[in-house]
């Protein structure tokens, strides 16, 4: 039944205790008759030989579990940003979410960057506050940082009994109960339900009272019969938060210890409570290839196939392809069609997925995530649909590389063999590019990060027996124009016989933050389908009365986008530009679209040389934990680093800067740090915008 499918997935910053969290609800789940660990490296999601040796999640992974009539998918999601792109893939096909907080760390950067990449897919989630055990943990300070943070509305279903070393149990504030584990149990089944301590009774019934009027934003009979004093059942509580948490309005919040076991059966509870099933999520809109009609696929087997591919997985013999499926029935030996490369596809077998261990199945129907054989065309973001009811899904979007290396292949490495294995890792991981410089011959690679390159390159080894040496890092410079311009292009060549001929006139502007935000405003009240340009390059057609004919503007469009991937002096690509096209002159004869599109491509060279040209480097957003006693170091740190310390703040020992860092500087951070503060202290960063390097620095380090 539709209802009781959830596809869940568990996100959070690094070290919040995803992986382990995911351990013990397979665990319970029957999926695993002893919990794995992290630091053992014996966990069902980071099966991976890499995330075992690091202890991180890298590649998110789809498990299967039941839980009291409920069938779960669940995906484990990396907490790095570098690994951001497994993250952006799987909330597009998750129905609901857990976000996974550290009670001693609170609400870390990457959990607000993964929190806020769900409110961009509108993932209905829940909370789970983890480590209460641990020393130093805060419950209430994290219930703050939430609030603070998120802008949320958190709906507290469970406290803790205790913190730290006084951490006993888990009190339940909808039955008004603590839940206690048996010490006598060392599978960790055995529970009782007993009376709230006196010592912790006054803190429930305010924390009670708190949660009823968190959930009354749910359900209006919640909040009549709280404005009214009349009884309030466990179930007119449990309809409130489901409600509130389907609509956006609320969120959930469980607390526990998923080491210690503890929360994490009212946490499958809370999942099952009030999480969405697909049959609850709107249904999916695509487009009619051919009439680019928008059309709805609802969440139902008899509905035409439509499913969506959000991961690849090269494998000796083909891919492995993980699809969503939105509506329809898939079955093994199925022809269906990929709309999106206009190619049928015939899928050999479909599997349900438990970490690195496949369960073959005979259909798979609407709401379900399986992954399939047999698929040669399919790469991620592309649809699959039935071949006489064809739509095209939304693509999936991911964000632009911010650093490079120059692979060097060693002396034995086939050039063909190592094409065709970065060939295979770029179609899994959609942030990965890779080029060739024109000028060095060097073969770029380009990620997210180090960490990333890093991973990259060790899969590249490890998976395809290419043995290569890397350069040293580069960063993913760009540039925009100094000032807004206006002038005419007239490209005009006559050499016997027919001529060139096109005449532009053009004006060329960068974009400030607040007109890209404005452009963004007005592409989405729009509402037609286009969506911003990752680079904000935009060309304005302002022709009237037919000076330029209309089947030539696209190719001067296409001038200059073409002018903007490489720019003038260093070459590299521009940004936040908008050209507008507002007079033109062509020839009955002469005229042809790739002569105006030759003119919009010496027009644009123009314009880059006479408004000039400013370098754009990537400014990362850091945030560094330490022993209070290294925050004079640290600070001194990141301003030799010409970075703007943005907030400073110290608590319990432990000192914490955010600050804004051009990425040039943060080559070898993670050793620097470790080095300084003796491995006491930890960072995480993510890309935030791409600010003008100072004249005097931009030839000297972009020559370095």
């Given at each position: 039944?539709?209802?009781?499918?959830?596809?869940?997935?568990?996100?959070?910053?690094?070290?919040?205790?995803?992986?382990?969290?995911?351990?013990?609800?397979?665990?319970?789940?029957?999926?695993?008759?002893?919990?794995?660990?992290?630091?053992?490296?014996?966990?069902?999601?980071?099966?991976?030989?890499?995330?075992?040796?690091?202890?991180?999640?890298?590649?998110s992974?789809?498990?299967?579990?039941?839980?009291?009539?409920?069938?779960?998918?669940?995906?484990?999601?990396?907490?790095?940003?570098?690994?951001?792109?497994?993250?952006?893939?799987?909330?597009?096909?998750?129905?609901?979410?857990?976000?996974?907080f550290?009670?001693?760390?609170g609400?870390?950067?990457?959990?607000?960057?993964?929190?806020?990449?769900?409110?961009?897919?509108?993932?209905?989630?829940?909370?789970?506050?983890?480590?209460?055990?641990?020393?130093?943990?805060?419950?209430?300070?994290?219930i703050?940082?939430?609030?603070?943070?998120?802008?949320?509305?958190?709906?507290?279903?469970?406290?803790?009994?205790?913190?730290?070393?006084?951490?006993?149990?888990?009190?339940?504030?909808?039955?008004?109960?603590?839940?206690?584990?048996d010490?006598?149990?060392?599978?960790?089944?055995?529970?009782?339900?007993?009376?709230?301590?006196?010592?912790?009774?006054?803190?429930?019934k305010?924390?009670?009272?708190?949660?009823?009027?968190?959930?009354?934003?749910?359900?209006?009979?919640?909040?009549?019969?709280?404005?009214?004093?009349?009884?309030?059942?466990?179930?007119?509580?449990?309809?409130?938060?489901?409600?509130?948490?389907?609509?956006?309005?609320?969120?959930?919040?469980?607390?526990?210890?998923?080491?210690?076991?503890?929360?994490?059966?009212?946490?499958?509870?809370?999942?099952?409570?009030?999480?969405?099933?697909?049959?609850?999520?709107?249904?999916?809109?695509?487009?009619?290839?051919?009439?680019?009609?928008e059309?709805?696929?609802?969440?139902?087997d008899?509905?035409?196939?439509?499913?969506?591919?959000?991961?690849?997985?090269?494998?000796?013999?083909?891919?492995?392809?993980?699809?969503?499926?939105?509506?329809?029935?898939?079955?093994?030996?199925?022809?269906?069609?990929?709309?999106?490369?206009?190619?049928?596809?015939?899928?050999?077998?479909?599997?349900?997925?438990?970490?690195?261990?496949?369960?073959?199945?005979?259909?798979?129907?609407?709401?379900?995530?399986?992954?399939?054989?047999?698929?040669?065309?399919?790469?991620t973001?592309?649809?699959?649909?039935?071949?006489?009811?064809?739509?095209?899904?939304?693509?999936?979007?991911?964000?632009?590389?911010?650093?490079s290396?120059?692979?060097?292949?060693?002396?034995?490495?086939?050039?063909?063999?190592?094409?065709?294995?970065l060939?295979?890792?770029?179609?899994?991981?959609?942030?990965?590019?890779?080029?060739?410089?024109?000028?060095?011959n060097?073969?770029?690679?380009?990620?997210?990060?180090?960490?990333?390159?890093?991973?990259?390159?060790?899969?590249?080894?490890?998976?395809?027996?290419?043995?290569?040496?890397?350069?040293?890092?580069?960063?993913?410079?760009?540039?925009t124009?100094?000032?807004?311009?206006?002038?005419?292009?007239?490209?005009?060549?006559?050499?016997g016989?027919?001529?060139?001929?096109?005449?532009?006139?053009?004006?060329?502007?960068?974009?400030?933050?607040?007109?890209?935000?404005?452009?963004?405003?007005?592409?989405?009240?729009?509402?037609?389908?286009?969506?911003?340009?990752?680079?904000?390059?935009?060309?304005?057609d302002?022709i009237?009365g037919?000076?330029?004919?209309?089947e030539?503007?696209?190719?001067?469009?296409?001038?200059?986008?073409?002018?903007?991937?490489k720019?003038?002096?260093?070459?590299?690509?521009?940004?936040?530009?908008?050209?507008?096209?507002?007079?033109g002159?062509?020839?009955?004869?002469?005229?042809?679209?790739?002569?105006?599109?030759?003119?919009?491509?010496?027009?644009?060279?123009?314009?880059?040389?006479?408004?000039?040209?400013?370098?754009?480097?990537?400014?990362?957003?850091?945030?560094?934990?330490?022993?209070?006693?290294?925050?004079?170091?640290l600070?001194?740190?990141?301003?030799?680093?010409?970075?703007?310390?943005?907030?400073?703040?110290?608590?319990?020992?432990?000192?914490?800067?955010?600050?804004?860092?051009?990425?040039a500087?943060?080559?070898?951070?993670t050793?620097?740090?470790?080095?300084?503060?003796?491995?006491?202290?930890?960072?995480?960063?993510?890309?935030?915008?791409?600010?003008?390097?100072?004249e005097?620095?931009?030839?000297?380090?972009?020559?370095?």
């Amino acid at each position: 039944m539709l209802d009781k499918l959830r596809n869940i997935g568990i996100i959070a910053h690094v070290d919040a205790g995803k992986t382990t969290t995911t351990e013990r609800i397979l665990y319970y789940g029957g999926s695993k008759h002893k919990s794995g660990d992290v630091d053992d490296g014996n966990t069902t999601t980071d099966f991976d030989p890499l995330e075992k040796a690091k202890g991180i999640t890298i590649n998110s992974a789809a498990v299967s579990l039941e839980w009291k009539d409920h069938r779960f998918t669940l995906i484990d999601t990396p907490g790095h940003v570098d690994f951001t792109a497994e993250v952006e893939r799987s909330l597009r096909v998750l129905d609901g979410a857990v976000g996974v907080f550290c009670a001693v760390g609170g609400v870390e950067v990457q959990s607000e960057t993964v929190w806020y990449q769900a409110n961009n897919h509108n993932v209905p989630r829940i909370a789970f506050v983890n480590k209460l055990d641990r020393m130093g943990a805060d419950f209430n300070d994290c219930i703050r940082q939430m609030k603070e943070k998120l802008s949320i509305i958190p709906a507290v279903c469970t406290i803790p009994a205790g913190q730290s070393e006084q951490f006993e149990g888990v009190i339940d504030l909808i039955r008004m109960k603590m839940w206690k584990q048996d010490p006598n149990d060392p599978a960790h089944f055995r529970y009782n339900w007993v009376d709230i301590p006196a010592k912790y009774m006054d803190e429930a019934k305010q924390a009670h009272e708190e949660l009823l009027e968190a959930a009354s934003h749910g359900c209006d009979e919640l909040l009549t019969a709280v404005l009214e004093g009349t009884p309030v059942t466990e179930e007119m509580i449990r309809h409130a938060l489901r409600v509130g948490t389907l609509n956006g309005k609320l969120t959930p919040v469980h607390c526990g210890s998923s080491k210690e076991y503890y929360g994490v059966r009212l946490l499958l509870d809370a999942i099952t409570d009030y999480l969405p099933s697909p049959a609850d999520r709107p249904p999916v809109r695509g487009m009619v290839p051919k009439t680019k009609e928008e059309v709805q696929r609802k969440p139902d087997d008899s509905e035409p196939f439509a499913a969506l591919a959000f991961k690849t997985v090269s494998e000796k013999h083909g891919d492995l392809v993980f699809l969503r499926i939105y509506s329809g029935v898939l079955r093994p030996g199925d022809t269906i069609t990929n709309p999106i490369v206009k190619k049928s596809e015939r899928i050999s077998h479909i599997y349900r997925l438990f970490g690195d261990r496949r369960d073959r199945l005979e259909s798979a129907g609407a709401g379900e995530i399986v992954a399939v054989v047999g698929l040669k065309y399919t790469s991620t973001g592309h649809t699959l649909c039935a071949e006489d009811k064809p739509v095209m899904l939304e693509e999936i979007r991911f964000p632009e590389p911010v650093i490079s290396q120059a692979i060097i292949p060693a002396k034995n490495v086939d050039e063909t063999r190592l094409a065709e294995a970065l060939g295979k890792m770029v179609r899994d991981d959609p942030t990965l590019k890779t080029k060739t410089d024109p000028e060095t011959n060097q073969l770029i690679i380009s990620g997210m990060g180090e960490l990333h390159l890093e991973v990259s390159i060790h899969k590249l080894q490890r998976d395809h027996g290419v043995q290569v040496s890397v350069g040293k890092p580069m960063v993913a410079y760009r540039q925009t124009l100094t000032k807004p311009i206006e002038f005419e292009t007239r490209y005009i060549k006559q050499s016997g016989g027919r001529g060139k001929y096109a005449v532009i006139k053009m004006r060329y502007e960068p974009l400030s933050k607040e007109m890209i935000e404005q452009i963004h405003l007005e592409l989405e009240e729009a509402d037609d389908g286009e969506k911003p340009d990752p680079n904000n390059i935009y060309f304005v057609d302002e022709i009237f009365g037919g000076a330029v004919p209309r089947e030539y503007i696209p190719s001067v469009e296409q001038g200059f986008r073409i002018g903007c991937q490489k720019g003038a002096k260093y070459g590299f690509p521009l940004v936040d530009v908008r050209a507008s096209l507002i007079d033109g002159k062509a020839h009955d004869v002469d005229s042809s679209a790739d002569t105006f599109k030759l003119a919009a491509i010496e027009s644009f060279r123009d314009a880059q040389a006479m408004a000039g040209l400013v370098i754009l480097e990537p400014i990362m957003n850091v945030v560094v934990l330490a022993p209070s006693n290294f925050q004079g170091t640290l600070a001194g740190d990141i301003n030799r680093r010409r970075g703007n310390i943005l907030n400073l703040s110290s608590d319990k020992g432990r000192c914490m800067l955010h600050a804004y860092i051009p990425l040039a500087e943060l080559f070898g951070y993670t050793s620097d740090l470790r080095n300084v503060t003796s491995g006491t202290a930890s960072f995480s960063m993510e890309p935030s915008h791409y600010a003008a390097v100072k004249e005097e620095l931009a030839d000297i380090r972009i020559a370095s």
